[in-house]
């Protein structure tokens, strides 16, 4: 992190000093003051200054988003990377052409590339920050569909009064298939297996028979 | 593809000045080794290789691209 220390009579003029060169504004630092007192000859003249420390504050989506875009360039991928800052994670999206090879089957790339990312920019980091990497919006439309599956296959379960077996998913779209079934009544969900094949079941509510 | 390896793995170190990459061509394979400080092994590895299969993951999308077979190892040297 990149830090500048200015000496100056008052804490204004060390903080604009400081700021002046590194070329930002207050909001975009952290600023520490100290006071120094300096004793001038048989303890007389004491003069007081202030010493003040202005540490840039980090911004983590840009930093997120500068590591993705090198990673891209590395792949020889040419795409665009847009940042959202959402209250609680940072999501990147990915836009260009031809971009299937970063999914990958079920989303494995992305998920992959997404873990890679969240390590790297959160080493060293004490609150770690969440991120989510996304490709033309495939998790957005991913969790669409498999909410509307979901509501689809509970309404089978239902009618046919039999459990149904979902392909393998990844935890966090499993998760998408719990939560929204977990008003539905009639049915409860539960996963089975062993990952990477852990699949969701859906089965009728056994209290009505 | 060398030089994402690269920059993941120096990403992910205490050490990134330790890092060496090298790539080979054997039978029509690409071997991409990886040598880390030995302190480094297990922030290559991960928790059950979670690290190491997340970025094995990842060049292999790009391989499968390119029509080529890459593998990725990490070297004890």
Redesign the interface.
Known sequence: MKSVEKVAKTKEEALAEALKELGVTEDKVNVEVFEEVTKGLLGLLTTKAYRVKVTMKEDVGQAAGL?LR??LV????PAQVEIFKRKDNITLNINGKDLG??I?KHG??L???Q??VN??VN?DRTEKERIIIDVEGYRRRREETLRRLALKVADKVKREHRREVLEPMSPHERRIIHSTLQGYKEVFTYSEGVEPYRHVIISPQENDS | MKDLVLQVTKALVDHPEDVIVEEFERNNQTLIEITVNPEDVGKIIGKQGRIIKALRTVVKSCAMRDNKKVAVELTNR
Request: glycine content about 10%; hydrophobic content about 55%.
């Open positions: 590591f090198e990673m590395n792949m020889g991928i090879i970063l990958g494995q790339t998920d992959a590339l873990y890679l390590l790297a080493k």
